[in-house]
Protein backbone atom coordinates (compact mmCIF):
# COMPACT_ATOMS: atom_id res chain seq x y z
CA UNK A 1 0.00 0.00 0.00
CA UNK A 2 1.20 3.68 -0.45
CA UNK A 3 1.94 5.29 2.60
CA UNK A 4 0.38 7.75 4.01
CA UNK A 5 1.09 11.09 5.26
CA UNK A 6 -1.96 11.90 7.43
CA UNK A 7 -0.34 14.43 10.42
CA UNK A 8 2.47 15.45 8.72
CA UNK A 9 3.82 18.88 8.39
CA UNK A 10 5.79 19.01 5.27
CA UNK A 11 8.66 21.45 3.95
CA UNK A 12 9.39 20.68 -0.21
CA UNK A 13 12.27 22.44 -1.38
CA UNK A 14 11.36 24.39 -4.43
CA UNK A 15 9.00 25.79 -6.23
CA UNK A 16 9.62 24.24 -9.97
CA UNK A 17 7.76 20.99 -11.64
CA UNK A 18 9.65 18.46 -8.99
CA UNK A 19 8.57 20.66 -6.27
CA UNK A 20 5.12 21.16 -7.31
CA UNK A 21 4.75 17.38 -8.32
CA UNK A 22 5.89 16.55 -4.44
CA UNK A 23 3.29 19.03 -3.31
CA UNK A 24 1.00 17.73 -4.87
CA UNK A 25 1.66 13.93 -4.37
CA UNK A 26 2.01 14.53 -0.06
CA UNK A 27 -1.58 16.48 -0.17
CA UNK A 28 -2.89 13.60 -2.02
CA UNK A 29 -1.68 11.45 1.11
CA UNK A 30 -2.74 13.31 3.64
CA UNK A 31 0.26 15.41 4.68
CA UNK A 32 0.07 19.74 5.60
CA UNK A 33 2.77 20.71 2.75
CA UNK A 34 4.39 24.32 2.72
CA UNK A 35 7.15 24.66 -0.56
CA UNK A 36 9.95 27.41 0.22
CA UNK A 37 11.29 28.53 -3.10
CA UNK A 38 14.86 30.56 -3.31
CA UNK A 39 13.21 32.47 -6.45
CA UNK A 40 11.30 36.03 -5.86
CA UNK A 41 6.97 35.25 -5.90
CA UNK A 42 6.80 36.92 -9.35
CA UNK A 43 8.85 34.31 -10.91
CA UNK A 44 7.41 31.36 -9.49
CA UNK A 45 5.47 29.79 -12.54
CA UNK A 46 3.84 27.18 -10.08
CA UNK A 47 2.74 29.68 -7.55
CA UNK A 48 -0.73 30.03 -8.64
CA UNK A 49 -1.54 26.25 -8.84
CA UNK A 50 0.24 25.48 -5.60
CA UNK A 51 -1.93 28.60 -3.68
CA UNK A 52 -4.91 27.05 -5.38
CA UNK A 53 -4.29 23.98 -3.65
CA UNK A 54 -3.75 25.56 -0.85
CA UNK A 55 0.18 25.30 -0.26
CA UNK A 56 1.77 28.42 1.54
CA UNK A 57 4.86 29.72 -0.81
CA UNK A 58 7.54 31.08 1.21
CA UNK A 59 9.09 32.62 -1.91
CA UNK A 60 12.50 35.10 -1.90
CA UNK A 61 14.75 32.67 -0.27
CA UNK A 62 15.13 30.24 2.15
CA UNK A 63 14.85 30.68 5.72
CA UNK A 64 15.64 28.57 8.84
CA UNK A 65 11.82 29.64 10.41
CA UNK A 66 10.55 27.99 7.17
CA UNK A 67 11.36 24.74 9.31
CA UNK A 68 9.65 25.55 12.08
CA UNK A 69 6.85 22.67 12.56
CA UNK A 70 8.37 20.53 9.59
CA UNK A 71 8.39 17.08 10.20
CA UNK A 72 9.78 15.90 6.99
CA UNK A 73 11.30 17.55 4.50
CA UNK A 74 11.44 16.58 0.54
CA UNK A 75 13.66 18.20 -2.03
CA UNK A 76 13.77 19.00 -5.73
CA UNK A 77 16.94 17.45 -7.70
CA UNK A 78 18.54 20.40 -8.30
CA UNK A 79 19.02 21.36 -5.14
CA UNK A 80 22.49 20.47 -4.36
CA UNK A 81 22.47 18.03 -1.01
CA UNK A 82 24.80 20.30 1.46
CA UNK A 83 22.34 23.98 0.42
CA UNK A 84 22.11 25.34 3.93
CA UNK A 85 18.50 25.06 4.12
CA UNK A 86 18.94 20.75 3.94
CA UNK A 87 21.71 21.48 6.46
CA UNK A 88 19.14 23.66 8.51
CA UNK A 89 17.09 20.43 8.06
CA UNK A 90 19.31 17.89 9.57
CA UNK A 91 20.39 20.02 12.19
CA UNK A 92 16.84 19.73 13.83
CA UNK A 93 16.69 16.03 13.07
CA UNK A 94 13.97 16.29 10.35
CA UNK A 95 14.18 13.55 7.57
CA UNK A 96 15.44 14.95 4.15
CA UNK A 97 13.81 12.75 1.46
CA UNK A 98 14.38 13.54 -3.11
CA UNK A 99 11.97 12.39 -4.89
CA UNK A 100 13.17 9.00 -5.73
CA UNK A 101 12.68 8.46 -1.81
CA UNK A 102 9.00 9.47 -2.15
CA UNK A 103 7.85 7.77 -4.95
CA UNK A 104 9.95 4.68 -3.49
CA UNK A 105 7.52 5.31 -0.45
CA UNK A 106 4.54 5.81 -2.63
CA UNK A 107 4.60 2.98 -4.94
CA UNK A 108 2.70 -0.15 -4.72
CA UNK A 109 3.46 -1.68 -8.26
CA UNK A 110 6.68 -3.27 -9.92
CA UNK A 111 9.13 -1.15 -11.44
CA UNK A 112 12.36 -0.86 -13.60
CA UNK A 113 14.60 1.53 -12.27
CA UNK A 114 16.95 2.90 -14.97
CA UNK A 115 20.56 5.50 -14.78
CA UNK A 116 23.65 5.86 -16.44
CA UNK A 117 25.92 8.91 -17.75
CA UNK A 118 23.98 8.56 -21.25
CA UNK A 119 21.06 7.13 -23.06
CA UNK A 120 19.35 7.16 -19.54
CA UNK A 121 15.48 8.65 -21.84
CA UNK A 122 15.96 6.66 -24.78
CA UNK A 123 15.89 3.37 -22.57
CA UNK A 124 13.49 4.14 -20.25
CA UNK A 125 11.14 4.47 -23.25
CA UNK A 126 11.82 1.83 -24.80
CA UNK A 127 11.46 -0.47 -21.66
CA UNK A 128 8.30 0.90 -21.31
CA UNK A 129 7.73 1.24 -24.62
CA UNK A 130 8.33 -2.88 -24.29
CA UNK A 131 5.98 -3.79 -21.06
CA UNK A 132 2.92 -1.90 -23.12
CA UNK A 133 3.91 -3.96 -26.50
CA UNK A 134 3.14 -7.19 -23.90
CA UNK A 135 0.05 -5.64 -22.53
CA UNK A 136 0.74 -4.28 -19.42
CA UNK A 137 0.08 -0.70 -18.70
CA UNK A 138 3.23 1.02 -17.99
CA UNK A 139 4.46 4.73 -17.80
CA UNK A 140 8.15 6.19 -17.96
CA UNK A 141 8.61 8.73 -14.82
CA UNK A 142 11.24 9.77 -13.36
CA UNK A 143 13.96 12.60 -14.88
CA UNK A 144 12.24 11.70 -17.96
CA UNK A 145 9.53 14.00 -17.14
CA UNK A 146 6.55 13.13 -15.46
CA UNK A 147 6.93 12.91 -11.80
CA UNK A 148 8.01 9.39 -9.81
CA UNK A 149 5.54 10.03 -6.96
CA UNK A 150 2.58 11.35 -9.06
CA UNK A 151 2.79 8.50 -11.34
CA UNK A 152 3.01 6.23 -8.66
CA UNK A 153 -0.15 7.60 -7.24
CA UNK A 154 -1.70 6.79 -10.53
CA UNK A 155 -3.14 3.00 -11.52
CA UNK A 156 -0.68 1.21 -13.77
CA UNK A 157 0.51 -2.52 -13.87
CA UNK A 158 4.60 -0.82 -13.90
CA UNK A 159 6.59 1.64 -14.14
CA UNK A 160 9.84 2.66 -15.67
CA UNK A 161 11.21 5.36 -13.77
CA UNK A 162 14.48 7.66 -14.86
CA UNK A 163 16.77 8.44 -12.14
CA UNK A 164 19.11 10.86 -12.64
CA UNK A 165 22.32 10.64 -10.22
CA UNK A 166 20.81 14.05 -8.13
CA UNK A 167 17.35 11.87 -7.56
CA UNK A 168 19.26 8.79 -6.52
CA UNK A 169 21.60 10.88 -3.84
CA UNK A 170 18.95 11.61 -1.38
CA UNK A 171 17.20 7.97 -1.46
CA UNK A 172 17.34 5.06 0.66
CA UNK A 173 13.66 3.02 0.10
CA UNK A 174 13.87 2.83 -3.98
CA UNK A 175 13.89 -1.50 -4.65
CA UNK A 176 13.34 -2.12 -8.31
CA UNK A 177 12.49 -5.39 -9.78
CA UNK A 178 15.28 -4.24 -12.37
CA UNK A 179 17.76 -1.67 -12.44
CA UNK A 180 19.76 -1.10 -14.85
CA UNK A 181 23.46 1.01 -14.93
CA UNK A 182 24.06 1.95 -18.59
CA UNK A 183 27.85 3.63 -18.30
CA UNK A 184 29.60 5.74 -16.54
CA UNK A 185 31.59 8.89 -17.16
CA UNK A 186 32.62 12.06 -15.29
CA UNK A 187 29.78 14.11 -15.20
CA UNK A 188 27.78 17.14 -12.92
CA UNK A 189 31.02 16.49 -10.99
CA UNK A 190 30.35 20.42 -9.68
CA UNK A 191 27.34 18.96 -7.73
CA UNK A 192 28.32 16.03 -6.38
CA UNK A 193 32.27 17.09 -5.56
CA UNK A 194 33.89 14.04 -6.96
CA UNK A 195 33.91 11.53 -9.49
CA UNK A 196 33.69 9.20 -6.52
CA UNK A 197 30.81 10.85 -5.28
CA UNK A 198 28.21 10.80 -8.78
CA UNK A 199 29.72 6.97 -8.72
CA UNK A 200 28.58 6.47 -5.41
CA UNK A 201 25.02 7.87 -6.40
CA UNK A 202 24.66 5.67 -9.00
CA UNK A 203 25.47 2.98 -7.13
CA UNK A 204 22.51 3.07 -4.75
CA UNK A 205 19.97 2.30 -7.48
CA UNK A 206 20.18 -1.78 -6.43
CA UNK A 207 21.26 -1.03 -2.86
CA UNK A 208 17.92 -2.42 -2.03
CA UNK A 209 17.94 -5.18 -4.32
CA UNK A 210 18.04 -9.15 -3.66
CA UNK A 211 18.01 -12.64 -4.92
CA UNK A 212 14.59 -12.35 -6.40
CA UNK A 213 15.68 -9.19 -8.52
CA UNK A 214 17.84 -8.18 -11.32
CA UNK A 215 20.16 -6.08 -12.13
CA UNK A 216 21.19 -5.24 -15.61
CA UNK A 217 24.81 -4.13 -16.49
CA UNK A 218 27.44 -3.07 -19.55
CA UNK A 219 30.34 -5.05 -20.79
CA UNK A 220 31.36 -2.14 -22.97
CA UNK A 221 31.90 0.11 -20.19
CA UNK A 222 34.90 -0.89 -17.39
CA UNK A 223 33.96 1.69 -14.84
CA UNK A 224 30.04 0.89 -14.69
CA UNK A 225 30.70 -3.07 -14.94
CA UNK A 226 33.22 -2.73 -11.98
CA UNK A 227 29.88 -1.16 -9.73
CA UNK A 228 27.28 -3.50 -11.52
CA UNK A 229 29.87 -6.61 -10.84
CA UNK A 230 29.12 -5.28 -7.04
CA UNK A 231 25.44 -5.72 -7.07
CA UNK A 232 23.56 -7.70 -4.43
CA UNK A 233 21.30 -9.88 -7.08
CA UNK A 234 22.00 -11.41 -10.24
CA UNK A 235 23.39 -9.49 -13.13
CA UNK A 236 22.34 -9.75 -16.83
CA UNK A 237 25.27 -8.27 -18.97
CA UNK A 238 24.60 -6.63 -22.17
CA UNK A 239 27.04 -5.80 -24.87
CA UNK A 240 27.35 -4.42 -28.32
CA UNK A 241 29.40 -7.31 -29.63
CA UNK A 242 28.04 -11.11 -30.12
CA UNK A 243 26.90 -11.54 -26.67
CA UNK A 244 27.92 -15.23 -25.01
CA UNK A 245 25.48 -17.28 -22.69
CA UNK A 246 23.72 -15.34 -20.60
CA UNK A 247 24.32 -12.24 -21.96
CA UNK A 248 22.10 -9.77 -24.37
CA UNK A 249 24.35 -7.99 -27.71
CA UNK A 250 24.41 -7.23 -30.86
CA UNK A 251 25.23 -9.36 -34.08
CA UNK A 252 24.82 -7.56 -37.50
CA UNK A 253 22.34 -4.44 -36.55
CA UNK A 254 20.08 -7.20 -34.38
CA UNK A 255 19.53 -7.35 -31.17
CA UNK A 256 20.51 -10.76 -29.59
CA UNK A 257 19.75 -12.43 -26.36
CA UNK A 258 21.44 -15.62 -25.07
CA UNK A 259 19.55 -15.69 -22.08
CA UNK A 260 18.28 -18.85 -21.10
CA UNK A 261 14.64 -19.08 -21.92
CA UNK A 262 14.75 -16.19 -24.57
CA UNK A 263 17.02 -17.20 -27.41
CA UNK A 264 17.47 -15.78 -30.59
CA UNK A 265 16.95 -12.20 -31.87
CA UNK A 266 14.37 -9.76 -30.50
CA UNK A 267 14.80 -7.00 -33.43
CA UNK A 268 17.13 -4.78 -35.44
CA UNK A 269 18.49 -1.68 -33.84
CA UNK A 270 19.07 2.17 -35.61
CA UNK A 271 22.67 1.67 -36.31
CA UNK A 272 22.57 6.19 -37.18
CA UNK A 273 22.17 7.41 -33.92
CA UNK A 274 25.07 6.94 -31.72
CA UNK A 275 24.50 4.67 -28.40
CA UNK A 276 21.53 3.08 -29.84
CA UNK A 277 23.06 -0.62 -29.99
CA UNK A 278 23.93 -0.36 -26.27
CA UNK A 279 20.63 1.15 -25.79
CA UNK A 280 18.30 -1.70 -27.57
CA UNK A 281 20.31 -4.03 -25.73
CA UNK A 282 19.88 -2.82 -22.40
CA UNK A 283 16.54 -2.39 -23.06
CA UNK A 284 15.69 -5.91 -23.93
CA UNK A 285 17.74 -7.12 -21.02
CA UNK A 286 15.92 -5.26 -18.56
CA UNK A 287 12.27 -6.18 -19.95
CA UNK A 288 13.47 -9.75 -20.69
CA UNK A 289 14.16 -9.55 -16.94
CA UNK A 290 11.14 -8.06 -16.22
CA UNK A 291 9.44 -10.95 -17.65
CA UNK A 292 7.69 -9.62 -21.07
CA UNK A 293 8.48 -12.31 -23.48
CA UNK A 294 10.88 -12.15 -26.93
CA UNK A 295 7.98 -10.81 -29.25
CA UNK A 296 6.82 -8.22 -27.22
CA UNK A 297 10.43 -7.13 -26.62
CA UNK A 298 11.13 -7.21 -30.33
CA UNK A 299 7.55 -5.20 -31.01
CA UNK A 300 8.09 -2.83 -28.32
CA UNK A 301 11.36 -1.71 -29.77
CA UNK A 302 10.09 -1.68 -33.19
CA UNK A 303 7.57 0.71 -32.27
CA UNK A 304 10.00 2.95 -30.00
CA UNK A 305 10.29 6.65 -31.41
CA UNK A 306 13.21 8.40 -29.60
CA UNK A 307 12.97 11.75 -28.22
CA UNK A 308 14.01 15.20 -29.90
CA UNK A 309 17.78 16.08 -30.17
CA UNK A 310 18.98 12.53 -29.82
CA UNK A 311 21.64 12.28 -33.08
CA UNK A 312 18.01 13.36 -35.71
CA UNK A 313 19.32 14.76 -38.92
CA UNK A 314 17.55 18.14 -39.07
CA UNK A 315 18.35 19.48 -42.12
CA UNK A 316 20.58 18.78 -45.42
CA UNK A 317 21.19 22.25 -47.38
CA UNK A 318 23.39 22.00 -50.60
CA UNK A 319 24.70 18.15 -49.30
CA UNK A 320 25.58 19.52 -46.05
CA UNK A 321 23.25 17.28 -42.85
CA UNK A 322 22.76 19.11 -39.76
CA UNK A 323 23.09 16.93 -37.07
CA UNK A 324 21.31 17.48 -33.81
CA UNK A 325 22.58 15.97 -30.44
CA UNK A 326 22.05 19.00 -28.25
CA UNK A 327 21.31 16.28 -25.27
CA UNK A 328 24.81 15.52 -25.45
CA UNK A 329 25.21 17.37 -22.78
CA UNK A 330 28.76 15.62 -21.21
CA UNK A 331 32.19 14.54 -22.98
CA UNK A 332 31.01 10.71 -22.86
CA UNK A 333 28.15 11.97 -25.19
CA UNK A 334 29.70 13.96 -27.38
CA UNK A 335 32.44 11.26 -27.87
CA UNK A 336 29.81 8.31 -28.88
CA UNK A 337 28.28 11.46 -31.12
CA UNK A 338 31.55 11.94 -33.21
CA UNK A 339 32.52 8.81 -33.21
CA UNK A 340 29.73 7.85 -36.08
CA UNK A 341 30.91 11.00 -38.52
CA UNK A 342 33.80 11.54 -40.37
CA UNK A 343 34.94 15.18 -41.25
CA UNK A 344 32.26 17.07 -39.73
CA UNK A 345 32.25 20.30 -38.03
CA UNK A 346 31.83 20.57 -34.55
CA UNK A 347 29.51 22.61 -32.54
CA UNK A 348 30.62 22.43 -29.11
CA UNK A 349 30.43 24.51 -25.69
CA UNK A 350 28.47 26.01 -23.08
CA UNK A 351 28.54 24.83 -19.32
CA UNK A 352 31.48 22.14 -18.30
CA UNK A 353 29.71 21.51 -15.16
CA UNK A 354 33.49 21.13 -13.67
CA UNK A 355 34.41 17.91 -16.00
CA UNK A 356 37.67 18.12 -17.99
CA UNK A 357 36.59 18.33 -21.50
CA UNK A 358 40.31 17.43 -22.95
CA UNK A 359 39.57 13.91 -23.89
CA UNK A 360 37.19 15.59 -26.93
CA UNK A 361 40.71 16.16 -28.12
CA UNK A 362 40.94 12.04 -28.68
CA UNK A 363 38.22 12.93 -31.44
CA UNK A 364 40.02 15.22 -33.48
CA UNK A 365 40.38 12.69 -36.31
CA UNK A 366 36.29 12.55 -37.19
CA UNK A 367 36.43 16.32 -36.97
CA UNK A 368 37.42 19.02 -39.90
CA UNK A 369 37.11 22.06 -37.51
CA UNK A 370 35.37 23.27 -34.30
CA UNK A 371 33.23 26.16 -33.59
CA UNK A 372 33.07 27.01 -29.77
CA UNK A 373 29.78 28.43 -28.18
CA UNK A 374 29.40 29.29 -24.38
CA UNK A 375 31.37 29.37 -21.24
CA UNK A 376 33.78 26.84 -22.47
CA UNK A 377 34.65 28.09 -25.69
CA UNK A 378 38.13 29.50 -24.23
CA UNK A 379 38.54 26.23 -23.41
CA UNK A 380 37.90 24.57 -26.12
CA UNK A 381 39.62 27.06 -28.39
CA UNK A 382 42.76 26.15 -26.60
CA UNK A 383 42.11 22.82 -26.58
CA UNK A 384 41.89 22.18 -30.36
CA UNK A 385 44.77 24.75 -31.03
CA UNK A 386 46.83 23.37 -33.75
CA UNK A 387 45.12 19.78 -34.11
CA UNK A 388 41.78 21.37 -36.38
CA UNK A 389 40.42 24.42 -36.82
CA UNK A 390 38.82 25.56 -34.42
CA UNK A 391 37.16 29.24 -33.97
CA UNK A 392 34.21 30.76 -31.72
CA UNK A 393 30.91 32.26 -32.22
CA UNK A 394 28.23 34.35 -29.47
CA UNK A 395 25.53 32.72 -30.69
CA UNK A 396 23.92 29.34 -31.91
CA UNK A 397 22.67 30.94 -34.20
CA UNK A 398 26.24 32.44 -35.38
CA UNK A 399 27.75 28.66 -34.59
CA UNK A 400 25.45 27.29 -37.33
CA UNK A 401 26.26 29.57 -39.89
CA UNK A 402 29.67 29.69 -39.56
CA UNK A 403 29.63 25.73 -39.10
CA UNK A 404 27.70 25.77 -42.62
CA UNK A 405 30.53 27.59 -43.90
CA UNK A 406 33.11 25.53 -43.05
CA UNK A 407 31.20 22.11 -43.59
CA UNK A 408 30.91 23.03 -47.27
CA UNK A 409 34.60 23.53 -47.58
CA UNK A 410 35.59 20.51 -46.30
CA UNK A 411 32.34 17.86 -47.34
CA UNK A 412 31.03 16.50 -43.96
CA UNK A 413 28.47 16.98 -41.55
CA UNK A 414 27.38 19.81 -38.45
CA UNK A 415 27.13 18.28 -35.87
CA UNK A 416 25.41 19.65 -32.50
CA UNK A 417 26.68 17.58 -29.86
CA UNK A 418 27.96 20.30 -26.94
CA UNK A 419 29.63 18.05 -24.27
CA UNK A 420 28.40 20.60 -22.07
CA UNK A 421 25.10 22.06 -20.29
CA UNK A 422 23.42 24.55 -21.92
CA UNK A 423 22.10 26.74 -18.93
CA UNK A 424 24.80 29.19 -19.60
CA UNK A 425 22.82 30.65 -22.70
CA UNK A 426 20.02 28.67 -23.15
CA UNK A 427 16.94 27.53 -20.24
CA UNK A 428 17.92 23.76 -21.06
CA UNK A 429 19.13 21.31 -23.98
CA UNK A 430 16.16 21.42 -26.20
CA UNK A 431 15.69 25.45 -26.45
CA UNK A 432 19.50 24.80 -27.90
CA UNK A 433 18.49 21.98 -30.04
CA UNK A 434 15.52 24.09 -31.39
CA UNK A 435 17.52 26.91 -31.79
CA UNK A 436 19.81 25.14 -33.77
CA UNK A 437 17.58 23.41 -35.73
CA UNK A 438 15.45 26.49 -36.55
CA UNK A 439 18.98 28.25 -37.88
CA UNK A 440 19.41 25.30 -40.45
CA UNK A 441 16.72 25.30 -41.53
CA UNK A 442 16.72 29.01 -42.07
CA UNK A 443 19.75 28.31 -44.17
CA UNK A 444 18.29 25.52 -46.12
CA UNK A 445 15.34 28.33 -47.22
CA UNK A 446 17.48 30.37 -48.12
CA UNK A 447 19.54 27.82 -50.32
CA UNK A 448 15.84 26.72 -51.66
CA UNK A 449 15.60 30.56 -52.73
CA UNK A 450 18.78 30.56 -54.31
CA UNK A 451 21.02 31.85 -51.76
CA UNK A 452 18.57 35.33 -52.37
Not at 209 to 220: I, K, R, T, W
Not at 292 to 298: I, S, T
Request: charged letters at 20%.
Amino acid sequence: MSERFDGARVLVVGAGVAGLAAATALQRQGADVRVTESRPAEEIANRGELRAMGVQVLAGGHEPAHLEGATLVVTGPGIPEHAPVLEWARDRGIPVWGEMELGARLCDVPYVAVTGTNGKTTVTGMVASCLRAAGLDAVACGNIGHAFPLAALEEHDALVVECSSFQLRLQTSLHPKVSVLLNLAPDHLDWHGSFEGYAASKASIYANQGADDVHVGSLDDPRAAAISSAAPCPVVWTSTRDPDEGEVGIVDGVVVSRVVGSEGSVGPVDADRAGFAADAAAAAAAALSFGVDADAVRAGLASFQPQAHRGEVIATVDGVPFIDNSKATNVHAAMAAIERVRHAVLIAGGRAKGVDLSPLAEAAPNLSAVVAIGEAAPELLALFEGIVPASGADSIEAATARAFDLARTHGGPVLLAPACASWDQFTGYAERGDRFAAAARSLQEVAARGGA
